[in-house]
């Protein structure tokens, strides 16, 4: 039983274009939702995150929405850089700080 | 600060060989985890600590055994290789079980023959 899913496996656009992933979740418990970040041969890095009380959070060219009724969050990257490359982890957490991740989507960002 | 290093970058082990797999961080964070990335799979919870003397199971605990006698330090240990077990390892950190935000290492790519 997959908790976290991210349906699409990767994602192709444009640069200066908007970037929207996607991650879809089963378990109403999630107290927090996190976007990670991956660069090939490095860790995972921390990118943006929501409170599960919350529906929207922007950190300079990123912004997470969360819509609870239909279990879906969001991460949309505007503009989108070539620097952006990467794979992308969304992450529900719950109590004593355990995430679950999704399989990750493959976000290429074209000159 | 060097954040969270993990040793060794890359193993190759034959089917039934034991290690251990070294995670330190020094930010004097109390929560750390260990997780292991398949293809597909995204990253999978092993084992994890609120703090040193405190360890419990993830998502994927067998074939794997943990301990926490520090702060700074804990290892991973595969008591006897499989070929299912090959995989990327990271361990990560947190301030405490209530900050959800983690800071990951660079990873441990394991390869059972």
């Known amino acids: 039983d997959q908790q976290v899913k991210q349906n699409s496996p990767s994602l192709s656009v444009q640069e200066g274009r908007i970037s929207i992933l996607n991650c879809d979740y089963t378990?109403?418990?999630?107290?927090?939702f996190l976007w990670y970040k991956k660069y090939p041969a490095e860790g995972p890095t921390f990118l943006i995150s929501?409170?599960?009380?919350?529906d929207k959070n922007e950190d300079g060219r990123f912004t997470v929405f969360l819509n609870k009724s239909a279990k879906h969050l969001s991460l949309h990257i505007v503009p989108s850089q070539p620097g952006d490359s990467a794979v992308y982890f969304c992450?529900?957490?719950?109590?004593?700080?355990?995430?679950?991740f999704g399989q990750g989507t493959i976000l290429t960002v074209h000159p | 600060n060097a954040g969270v290093t993990q040793t060794p970058k890359f193993q190759v082990l034959k089917t039934g060989q034991s290690m251990t797999l070294q995670c330190a961080q020094d930010?004097?964070?109390?929560?750390m985890s260990w997780y292991r990335q398949d293809p597909g799979m995204g990253l999978r919870l092993i084992h994890y600590s609120v703090g040193a003397g405190i360890t419990d199971q993830g998502e994927v605990p067998n074939g794997y055994n943990v301990s926490r006698s520090t702060t700074e330090d804990f290892p991973l240990r595969l008591l006897s290789a499989a070929p299912s077990q090959t995989s990327v390892y990271f361990c990560a950190s947190s301030k405490d079980r209530t900050t959800y935000e983690q800071y990951f290492g660079p990873g441990t790519r394991l390869t059972v023959t």
């Open positions: 929501i409170s599960s009380i919350k």
């Open positions: 992450a529900g957490g719950t109590s004593y700080g355990k995430l679950t």
């Open positions: 378990n109403s418990m999630f107290d927090y």
């Open positions: 930010m004097n964070h109390e929560y």
